[in-house]
């Protein structure tokens, strides 16, 4: 019986911090103030990351980028992750982690939403530096 008591210990052990880790692991809320037209490329790119694809087009002196990104919306702040995850451990030690069943499934419904954004920059006659001329964002499915 001990042995058996020890299996399942372990078993919760490891089990244990699914969701807590799921929390530590949600995106971060994207600020989306920088992407307007006119802002530097420098600036879009430190908002949403390096592009997945750039495309040149040096007759017209104009490039396209395209970016993927994943926005954790409001629900993932720092306020709202760390209650969460109080709120999970707390749970899995008063239900000796029957919990986890509950908070996993929530957890996924939080997981951010996917965007792709076309971004097409020119370059500013007064200092040579691009700038967004148009900006494209969509929700992915």
Partial sequence: ??????????????????????????????????????????????????????EEDTDRDRITDTYAYTDGGKANTFGGKAGRLVLYVAGDVFTIFLAELIWIPAEMLLDGTDYSAVIDYTRRPSDNRWTASRIDEFERK
């Fill in 1 to 54: 019986m001990s042995r058996l008591i020890a299996i399942a210990s372990v078993v919760l052990t490891f089990q244990t911090g699914c969701s807590a880790v799921m929390v530590i692991r949600q995106p971060e809320p994207l600020d989306r103030s920088g992407l307007v037209e006119g802002a530097e490329r420098a600036r879009i790119v430190g908002v949403l990351g390096r592009p997945i694809a750039t």
